[in-house]
Nanobody, 124 residues
Framework: QVQLVESGGGLVQAGGSLRLSCAAS????????MGWYRQAPGKQRELVAD???????NYADSAKGRFTISRDNAKNTVYLQMNSLKPEDTAVYYC??????????????????WGQGTQVTVSS
């Protein structure tokens, strides 16, 4: 089993900052990509940013220049620093971890996990 624990969401005024964290634990062999997605009411879940095992990053256009994704491989943790927040950033933010995990067999298997979600609300 693998657990993802998210933290850092909350209520902030427009122009403010928040830092999200997502720590993975459990039967982990190797984590490959880690990412953050968000889902606003009535909308589909969308990618905000992701980061590969080597540190390569990818951002949604809406996040470029304002958000920074990073990871600490020793802690199996991914972060999302969000600056200059706007009301349209209001959503539930989910972390996603892709990698190889141990189950009942001897060899690790490719799989992906989602965090429980953390609410980010930006007031105008």
């Amino acid at each position: 089993q693998v657990q993802l624990v998210e933290s850092g969401g909350g209520l902030v005024q427009a122009g403010g900052s928040l830092r999200l964290s997502c720590a993975a634990s459990g039967s982990i062999f190797r984590i490959n990509a880690m990412g953050w997605y968000r889902q606003a009411p009535g909308k589909q879940r969308e990618l905000v940013a992701d980061i590969g095992s080597g540190g390569s990053t990818n951002y949604a256009d809406s996040a470029k220049g304002r958000f920074t994704i990073s990871r600490d491989n020793a802690k199996n943790t991914v972060y999302l620093q969000m600056n200059s927040l706007k009301p349209e950033d209001t959503a539930v933010y989910y972390c996603n971890v892709q990698g190889e995990f141990y189950y009942s067999g001897r060899h690790p298997l490719l799989d992906a996990y989602w965090g429980q979600g953390t609410q980010v609300t930006v007031s105008s």
